[in-house]
Each structure stands twice: as C-alpha cells, then as structure tokens.
C-alpha cells in the first residue's frame, strides 16, 4: 500500500466540492476506502479547510464532513519540531513548508498530493510532489 500525504487545497476541493477538482480529489479519497492507498494530512490542513469552507457551508454540516473524511486519512500533529524546521527551511512558503515537513515526517511517505498551481514551491521538498490527477494515474502504476 502506498502512502500519500494530501496538501490542504485537495482536501478543500474535495468537502467544498469544487468542480472540477472535485473529481480526483473523490478518486483519491476512493482509493483510500477501497485500502489502495493510505492517506495522511496535517493537522495544520484541518484548521485550514475548516477557515475556507466555514462560509460556504453551514459548521454543523462542516463539521460532520471533516470527522467522516478521517476515517479515510491519517493526521500528523504539527508540533514544535515541523515548525522549527519549516521556519529554518528555504522554502518561500511557510504553510507549503509545514505541509513538506509534515509529509516527510512520515519514512514511508510515498507521494504528496497537491493542485498547487506553482509546483516551484515544493523545489528541493525531498518527497515526490504531484498534482492531484497525475498522483492517480502514477498510484495505478
């Protein structure tokens, strides 16, 4: 089984329901029912979604949505250590940075899902970094 870290948009995409995104998100997380894959976050990625979709949505509903998808998805704690090495990293962005960090606390980490747009923010991440749609593809190789 194969270990795939997923960046907080992706979570996004898919409780927001974002179309188009959506769809590989649902294909992510199906793979990951189905036990072809295991799935890990941030705890950062949960506080984050919860702050971008709280006004899309109603909390109750938000809420209920977060606690179902950890059936599916493994968090890792952001602790002293992740942030230390986030603000002592070179990486330009701190939250992609204590996205790496997070994902590369984990040794078996295979793969890190992301539809970050300016894949340059993960240069020098140490881990695979995918957007979501080819991470799919490549966990059907």
């Known amino acids: ?71 599916y998805i493994d968090l890792i704690a952001i602790d002293t250590s992740i942030i230390k090495e986030s603000v002592l990293s070179n990486h330009e962005d701190f939250e992609d940075a204590i996205q790496i960090f997070a994902a590369k606390s984990v040794a078996a980490m295979d793969i890190m899902v992301t539809r970050d747009k300016d894949l340059e923010n993960f240069k020098d991440a140490g881990i695979r970094i995918l957007p979501t749609e080819e991470a799919i593809q490549c966990l059907f190789e």
């Open 1 to 71: 089984m194969r270990n795939v870290f997923v960046d907080t948009n992706v979570l996004i995409d898919l409780l927001g329901d974002r179309v188009p995104f959506s769809k590989s998100a649902i294909e992510l997380f199906d793979l990951a029912e189905r036990k072809k894959v295991r799935l890990y976050t941030s705890s950062h990625s949960y506080a984050t979604t919860h702050y971008v979709l709280r006004k899309e949505m109603g909390e109750q509903q938000l809420r209920d949505l977060l606690y179902l998808t950890m059936d």
